[in-house]
């Protein structure tokens, strides 16, 4: 899977030096597949990130290890 740009929100504004800088708030894309297909999207602001991935049936045990390893989440035993 890859990652297509959709839109980026950036903000401009002066820091304490009256120098105008820019800042990314907020990003979104869509996920793509090996055929070109959107197979889900993502949204990562600075107050939350949402990814979504749809279009077909999910391992769902193998998503929350790749979850937790991304995370670095330790199992509870």
Same mark, same amino acid.
């Given at each position: 899977?890859?990652t297509k740009?959709?839109?980026?929100?950036?903000?401009? /504004?002066l820091? +304490?030096?009256?120098? +105008?800088?820019?800042?990314?708030?907020?990003?979104?894309?869509?996920?793509?597949?090996?055929?070109?297909?959107?197979?889900?999207? /993502? &949204?990562?602001?600075? &107050?939350?990130?949402?990814?979504?991935?749809?279009?077909?049936?999910?391992?769902? &045990?193998?998503? /929350?290890?790749?979850?937790?390893?991304?995370?670095?989440v330790? +199992?509870?035993?």
């Amino acid at each position: 899977m890859k990652t297509k740009l959709v839109k980026e929100t950036i903000e401009r /504004a002066l820091n +304490e030096l009256e120098e +105008e800088v820019e800042k990314t708030v907020s990003i979104e894309y869509n996920i793509i597949d090996e055929n070109e297909m959107q197979v889900g999207s /993502a &949204h990562i602001s600075q &107050h939350g990130v949402n990814i979504s991935l749809y279009g077909k049936e999910f391992d769902i &045990h193998d998503w /929350a290890s790749r979850l937790n390893d991304f995370l670095n989440v330790e +199992e509870e035993v």
